[in-house]
């Protein structure tokens, strides 16, 4: 089992920065690839961005690339992401994601740990 815990949301502004954080814990963190899901309302949770065991790849959905960046730290377990120009269609709640296979974490069929979510609103 693995326990997720977020936290940053907020409010921000059209063009600002807000970092998200996901606490995990439980099973051995390294031993996981962790992503970032959101869902905005009225629409089906979408994959955001997700990184593997070792931190050593990444990967991201199109329409937030040179934008927003995942990193993790496996000493704290825990991982973050970096939302930099940020647009109103950014506005969602934000998802922790952990699955052990680094091939379907884009996939959220197959998620195998969720957390409870952060809310982010983005506008003017």
């Known amino acids: 089992q693995v326990q997720l815990v977020e936290s940053g949301g907020g409010w921000v502004q059209v063009g600002g920065s807000l970092r998200l954080s996901c606490a995990a814990s439980?099973?051995?963190?390294?031993?996981?690839?962790m992503g970032w899901y959101r869902q905005a309302p009225g629409k089906e949770r979408e994959f955001v961005a997700a990184?593997?065991?070792?931190?050593?790849?990444?990967t991201y959905v199109d329409s937030v690339k040179g934008r927003f960046t995942i990193t993790r730290d496996n000493a704290k377990n825990m991982i973050n992401l970096e939302m930099n120009s940020l647009k109103p269609e950014d506005t969602a709640v934000y998802y922790c994601?952990?699955?052990?296979?680094?091939?379907?974490?884009?996939?959220?069929?197959?998620?195998?740990?969720w957390g409870k979510g952060t809310l982010v609103t983005v506008s003017s």
């Open positions: 994601a952990a699955d052990p296979r680094w091939a379907s974490i884009r996939d959220v069929r197959n998620i195998d740990y």
């Open positions: 439980g099973r051995t963190f390294s031993s996981v690839a």
């Open positions: 990184i593997d065991r070792s931190g050593t790849m990444r």
